[in-house]
């Protein structure tokens, strides 16, 4: 549902991070490139910085608690498609799309929540929608020249989502 912020057990602002410390969101979701889910960084990521930064906040004491005793943040997913859906964040990555495009602008989110529905209507939207892309020909005289060409976005067929 579009609007859902959990409260979760460690107040944690992307604002801050994204925005005024400028972290790419690949830092803490290291797996975004590489797989099919994005990840939620353990404790060990945070405590990169947090062991010297900000150390006498309360939030970061809550953090380090969790990283002395070796238990997981039990973050409150935001985020969670239907077990017979099948997403991967490393082919949209690569097929050159920004995380905000269906996370919303976290960046400029102190409370992060859902913006997009993420329903297969939602999906199939995009993947319906054609794109423009510039693509390069050499003519016969070895001139360049540039030429406008639709392409659609993303697989339409069952199995590319439904596995």
């Not at 016969?140 to 596995?163: D, I, P, T």
Request: charged letters at 20%; a positive charge.
């Amino acid at each position: 549902m579009v609007g859902y912020a959990p409260e979760q057990p460690i107040k944690f602002s992307h604002k801050l991070h994204v925005d005024g410390l400028g972290m790419d969101c690949r830092y803490c979701h290291t797996a975004a490139e590489k797989g099919r889910h994005a990840g939620i960084p353990s404790t060990d990521t945070c405590m990169n910085c947090h062991s010297v930064a900000a150390t006498d906040r309360p939030e970061i004491q809550k953090l380090k608690q969790y990283f002395d005793t070796g238990e997981p943040i039990p973050w409150v997913r935001l985020h969670k498609t239907p077990d017979f859906v099948y997403f991967n964040h490393s082919v949209h990555l690569a097929a050159g799309f920004d995380c905000a495009q269906c996370h919303g602008d976290v960046a400029q989110m102190d409370v992060v929540q859902r913006v997009k529905p993420l329903s297969m209507g939602w999906c199939l939207e995009c993947h319906r929608t054609p794109t423009e892309q510039i693509v390069f020909t050499k003519g016969q005289g070895g001139e360049k020249s540039a030429q406008l060409v639709r392409k659609h976005a993303g697989g339409q067929h069952c199995s590319a989502c439904h596995r």
